[in-house]
Each structure stands twice: as C-alpha cells, then as structure tokens.
C-alpha cells in the first residue's frame, strides 16, 4: 500500500512552459486535491475531485488545470508556468464516507519557475 | 483573507517545555478543526483533531482546547522533546462541504535539547 504517491519531486521550469503534475492514490478514496504551500501562506487549496469526472476549484484556481478521469489519478497541469508558481505542491486524498475527516498527504512536488 | 489565522510563526521550546500554537477563525459554519504535522521534505500528517462539542482533547502529550464563543482553538504539546520539532498546521472545514479544508499559515516549532 503506497498511499499517494507525487512525481516528479523537484522539478525546475521556464516561464511560459507547460507542464503535468502526477497523484496516484491506492487507497480507493473519492476525495482528491491539490494543495500549494507557499512561506508564511499554509496550504491553499488550488483543486479538488469529489469523484472521476468530477472536478471543482478550491481557493487559488488560476493557472491550473485538472482532470480525474479514474478514481486513482489526479494530475494537475500548469498550461503556462509563471515565477508566481513556483511553491511545493502537495497533492491529498480521503474517503468521503467514513472516515472523511482524515486526509492523507503526499511527499510533494517542489517546482521552481525561472 | 485567510479563513484561519495562526500564530506564532515560530517557535522555540526547551525539552520538556510547554508548547503552545494558536489558531482563530471567523466562520461559524466550520464544525472540524485538525491540527497537522509536518516535517521538513514531509507532506503534512494528521496529528489531533477536534470538534466544537467538546471544549478539549488529550491524546498522549498532545491537547487541543477548543473555545467556541471566542472562536478560538489551541495545540498543546506537553513535555516537548527534540522529536516534535516540526512544522504544526491547524486547519478548519466544513464537514458537509466535501472534505474543502482551510489552513493556518503553520508555526516551526523547535524544540532545542
């Protein structure tokens, strides 16, 4: 049992360049999101997936894309990557029914935008 | 406007010391306050959690006291060691809004031996 996995770890882009993050849950929870951790901000949430094909925006949409076309993957896309992204991106999942109240993290996504 | 406010923003302890991070939120309709620990290169681990039918909540050297009026909640970490130093979040959501949490800005926490 892997729990949610993240890739890459570290990632160093271009602005303008596009890229994909990767989540990987192995637990079968319904609940997936995507967090930004930025200094002195905590976690602010930028998507999140009550289902596959269910998708809404958290607190800080702008710039990212996402998709959940299984229950076990939840990638989000920066389609133009700007130096404002640059930040650790943690990626969590929980079930909705029992048990919903915990969520697991992932080990995060460091990226920097140049 | 961040939904919940936490301080301090560090935090230094002698082992054996008292630990104590706060967090205040406005929203009255948050009904589930967790406290999360991170540490460094980690994703955040739920450590305690919370909810305003209680006003405390002890699990081993870890409290969480809970003021509803004054829309106040509180870690506790007694007899601090070298091992909790960390980065502690507190969070609040809404537990019928799909699992949406909002976090504090988090405090480090060093615990010096």
């Known amino acids: 049992n892997a729990g949610v996995t993240q890739t890459p770890k570290f990632q160093v882009l271009k602005t303008g360049q596009s890229m994909t993050l990767q989540c990987a849950q192995d637990m079968n929870h319904e609940y997936m999101s995507w967090y930004r951790q930025d200094p002195g901000m905590g976690l602010r949430l930028i998507h999140y997936?009550?289902?596959?094909?269910?998708?809404d925006q958290g607190e800080v949409p702008n710039g990212y894309n996402v998709s959940r076309s299984t229950t076990e993957d939840f990638p989000l896309r920066l389609l133009s990557a700007a130096p404002s992204q640059t930040s650790v991106y943690f990626c969590a999942s929980s079930p909705l029914g029992s048990g919903k109240e915990t969520q697991y993290f992932g080990p995060g996504t460091r990226l920097l935008v140049l | 406007q961040q939904q919940v406010k936490q301080s301090p923003q560090s935090l230094i302890v002698q082992k054996g010391g008292i630990s104590i991070i706060n967090c205040a939120y406005e929203?009255?309709?948050?009904?589930?306050f967790p406290w999360y620990q991170q540490f460094p290169g980690k994703g955040p681990a739920l450590l305690i959690a919370?909810?305003?039918?209680?006003s405390e909540k002890k699990e081993g050297r870890f409290t969480i006291s809970f003021n509803k009026s004054a829309k106040q909640f509180s870690l506790h970490i007694m007899d601090s060691q070298p091992g909790d130093s960390a980065t502690y979040f507190c969070a609040a959501s809404i537990e019928d809004n799909f699992n949406k949490f909002y976090f504090g800005s988090g405090t480090k926490l060093n615990v010096k031996p």
């Open positions: 919370i909810r305003p039918d209680v």
């Open positions: 929203n009255t309709a948050f009904d589930y």
């Open positions: 997936s009550v289902g596959a094909g269910i998708t």
